[in-house]
């Protein structure tokens, strides 16, 4: 049985990475690392809006990867999900975890695109957050606009 170390995470980033595939890590993974108690389902990330099918191939090429058995029967990509499903996904072998894939536009839209500078950050070069301090409202699309109310929507500090 694969295990989800972090390097395993790392190495399928770094496999990400070697196509020129920018992400960034997202999901239970991410709060995960961040000491957020969480049940993880699936290693996700985040990925260019024209880049999860070029990432499913990556993915799939990799071992310890399967790809899906049947993704109309497949809880991963269910529309009965409590959370949007990925674009893609593959599942990691021997086990039901998965790895999924998500378009940029879909989760992180109020983030610049994700380019080249992020290809094998490291920590001292990583690319300066260019958003100045201020406090916005994040809504998601499909929210209605003015909908304060919306459980959806969070007011965040983004820092310097
Ligand atoms: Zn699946």
């Not at 039901?96 to 950050?121: I, K, M, Q």
Request: proline fraction near 10%; glycine fraction near 6%.
């Amino acid at each position: 049985m694969t295990s989800l170390s972090e390097s395993f995470v790392a190495s399928i980033a770094h496999s990400l990475n070697w196509a020129h595939i920018p992400c960034v890590l997202w999901g239970q993974y991410l709060l995960i690392l961040h000491g957020v108690p969480s049940v993880v389902g699936s290693i996700d990330f985040i990925v260019p809006d024209d880049c999860p099918g070029a990432g499913l191939k990556v993915l799939s090429q990799l071992k310890s990867l399967t790809p899906c058995p049947d993704d109309k029967t497949c809880p991963s990509s269910s529309s009965n999900r409590c959370t949007p499903a990925p674009a893609v996904h593959v599942h990691v072998e021997a086990s039901e975890f998965t790895v999924g894939l998500y378009p940029r536009a879909d989760t992180l839209w109020f983030l610049p695109p994700l380019d080249g500078s992020l290809l094998f950050p490291k920590k001292s070069k990583l690319p300066r957050n260019t958003s100045s301090r201020q406090t916005i409202l994040f809504s998601r699309p499909g929210d209605q606009v003015g909908d304060r109310a919306s459980s959806r929507r969070a007011e965040t500090k983004l820092l310097p």
